[in-house]
Structures are given as C-alpha cells and as structure tokens.
C-alpha cells in the first residue's frame, strides 16, 4: 500500500467506504462510554488518574489502532469523568447534553466549516445567521439585531464590551481600533453589581481600561443589583466627573442564579447615554418560556445580550452567543484582510469574522438548530419551568430542615445555602469528602463573606425525591454538632 493509500484512511471521506468506516468508529466510540462505574464521578485520587493518564503515550513512533485508542480513552478518562446526567451532579452549570446536539457534533466535525468567511462555509453561515434571527426575536430585539456565536459567556461578554468602548470612542470621533485609546477613556466606567461575573473585569484589564475601571454596585437580599445603590453610585461617579459607558445587568447570577431589575438598569443606562449590556448566560434561555420570560423583562432593550447555549439549552460546550441591538454595530469591530475580508465580496455573502474575535470557529449553531427543531417550543419551556420549580422546591426542604438556612431566596436554578451551627471548615469538609468519594459533585461558594454550598438544577430528569435525598445526604455528612465560634466560620 502507499504512504497515499495509507494516509486517506486518516481522513473522512464523504464517499460510502469512508462513511461507513466512519460509522464504524464513531459506534467503538459510543461503545468507549459505557463503564462499569456509576454515580457523578469515581472515586480515583488525582494521583491514581494522573497516573492512568501518562501511562499513555501521546505520539508513539508507531501509530496505535483507533480501536485500542478508544478503548484506552474509555478506561483511563470517561470512566473517571463528571458525568452531568447524574442528578448528584449539582455544583456548576454544567449541563448534560442532549442527543441531538451531541450526534450533530459528529457531521460538525466531519464537515469542518470554519465560520470566519463565507466562501469556507456558504450554508453554515446562512444556518448561523438564521439561529440568530431566530433568537433576536425571542428576545424581542428589533428587526435590525443579530449576533455571532462566541465560545462562551466571558468570551460573549468581552465582545460586548468591546463594542461599547469602541461605540464611546466613536462619539468622540476616535476610531480606538486605529489609534488606541482618546485621553478620556482614562475617566471612563463600567458599572455592574457586586455579584457580576468576573469576566466583566477581565474585559475591562483586556480592553485598556484596567479592572479598577469596573465599579460594583452592592445587592439586595436575592443577590439583584439594588436600584437605591445603583442611583447612589451614578450620582457618584457624575460628581467626580467619570463617564459610565457601559451599564452591565446580569440575568441569572453564577452563585444566586440573581436576576437583576432589568427594565430600571435600561431607563438609567438610557438616562445617562451609556451602553447597556445584559450578561444572561443563565437565565436568557427563560426567553423560551411563557411562563418565566416575564422574569427577563427589560432583556429586550439592550444594546448587547450573552447567551449561553451550553448552560439551560443542554448543548455540549462550547456554545454562546452574543446578540446586538443593531447589526451596524459590529462595523466597529471590523478588520479588514486582504486574504479572508477584503469587502468586495458578491451581494448576499457575510463574512462572520468580522463580527467576532475570533478567526477560525466552529460551525457550533448547526447543533443548536438541531436541538431546537428536535425538542420543540414546548417541552423545551416545559424543561425549564420544571427545573425553577424543583430549585423553589429546594429551597423549600433547606427552610425546613433544622441544620440548614438559605442564603438568598431562590430566582432560577441556584439553590444556595449555609449551615450555621457549622464552621466554614466544616462546609469544606463536606464539600471535598463528597467529591472525593464519587457520592455528589456538590457546589461550594462564598457570598458576602459567608461560606455556603450551592445546589445546581440543570438536569430536567431530577425529581423532588432525589432533591429530598440530596438535602439528606448532605445532612449525614456534617458533623456533630460544632462548638465552633462565629469567627471561626470565614
């Protein structure tokens, strides 16, 4: 055989051989999946799985068969995985996947779109194009809105905010791509709350502005921007003479699942002329929901929305969006190259590249078209009323349960909450020996100082008697009662 002839069997070929050969793969891969061992995860230390790891030698002179090669992975890494489908698997947002976004992954990779110019994926771009439309009007953006898939929410976020520092640089009659930063920007602010996700400050160190830039906004008692401290800060920062240029909400906190009062944050964002970014990595999906749109009134008047797809759409990571309000917009973002976006393209074609911060990008919208036309509209919704219902359930059986005492009322699927008897050392206890055993993937967190664990609902199989036991095997786990005082517990 020649090297040629060898080499075409790496490769997917799109003819019924190669198909089939495919199939053939893709089933001992499928079949790599089913381990003996059950639960959330197994109970190997990280030296045991380290060790099983680097038993494997990554580039052989020889290559292994695909088949063995399978085999290994299923031994050594998915047996000793996460697994998110295990209703003991309640720390992150961390979703299990659905089987449609999960098969669709495989004719994604197969095909290999690479979603920066048209010419290298014509119909992949017009599918993507087409999911954000479809998500526009969900929302209730207007006509002229649209959006890129990005790899994540920080990634989303970090695009929306960099449209807004260009969008303030413009108005000053700076082009900031061009010629950096105008002397102004060195008063410039973004304003979110104290519960905001981190990645607002890593947008503002990446952009120039420096994380001091992000000014906090203190919560209530649901862990929502409070708006008597969000005037006070405004007030503030207009008496010193800073410019907010970017109002940033969040629509489901990471910790509280919080949502903030978006309608009141779009008024004051419009009052003072500022950009306002709602970061609904969370609870956007509610937009979904007759029921629980309500809950995300106000989405619909911002100037940029984060959307992650691979948190309450169950699709695999990576999937996140970022809409805008005006299409024009990305204009301020846009590069032009003389090999990839050069402008003289024929009528129709949109190069995606120069909406996004990446270059080359998954074609990862095919997947979630996908999943949407397989579930459908209702029991999509469905899915996700059942899941706040089961959060509210939750924090139900935490109120009345005698070790237990919720941090925040419930606004989504984060169920957060203390033990006050306890010491933090305690809580951590708890936390890590769970883990370590392989009995639950228990979230572990820090509100206000506090120390608090974190029930979080993702998987629309749970039921309200295996919430019950949860709650229960979290109890077993504590200690006798501590005689730890209250400085003990930070």
Known sequence: MSDAAAWRELFVATDRAGLAALGRAAQRAVDSLDQPHR?????????QLRDAVRALEVCPPEGVALDTVLDELGAAVWAHGVRPL???CVAHLHPPSVVPAVVSELTIASSNQSMDSWDQSPAATEVELHLMDFLGRRIGLPAESSGVMTS???????LGLTLARSWAAAE?????????LPE?????????????????????AQLGLGRDAVVTVATDERGAMAMDALDATLDDLAAQGRRVIAVCATAGTTDLGAIDPLL???ERARGIGAWFHVDAAVAGAFVMSEELRARVRGLELADSVTIDFHKLWWQPFNASALMVRDVARFDLLRVRSN???RGDELDGMVNLVGRSLDTSRRFDAAKVMASLRTIGQRTFAAMLEHLVALNDYAASVIVDHDDFALVAPPSSVSCVFDAPHYAAHDLRRVQQGLLADGSMVLGRTEIHSRPALKF??????????????LVALVARRLPRRSTAHEDDRG
């Open 339 to 341: 090999y990839l976006d």
């Open 39 to 47: 639960g959330p995860r197994s109970s190997r230390t990280p030296a």
């Open 152 to 158: 994540g929410g920080t990634a989303s976020n970090v």
């Open 172 to 180: 000053l009659g700076v082009d900031v791509l061009r010629s950096g």
């Open 456 to 469: 979080t609902f993702m998987n629309p199989l749970t039921t309200r008697e295996d919430v019950d036991q």
């Open 264 to 266: 009141a944050i779009a």
């Open 86 to 88: 295990d209703v003991a």
């Open 184 to 204: 102004e920007a060195r008063q410039w602010r973004f304003v979110a709350s104290d519960q905001a996700h981190f990645s607002i400050q890593r947008a503002a």
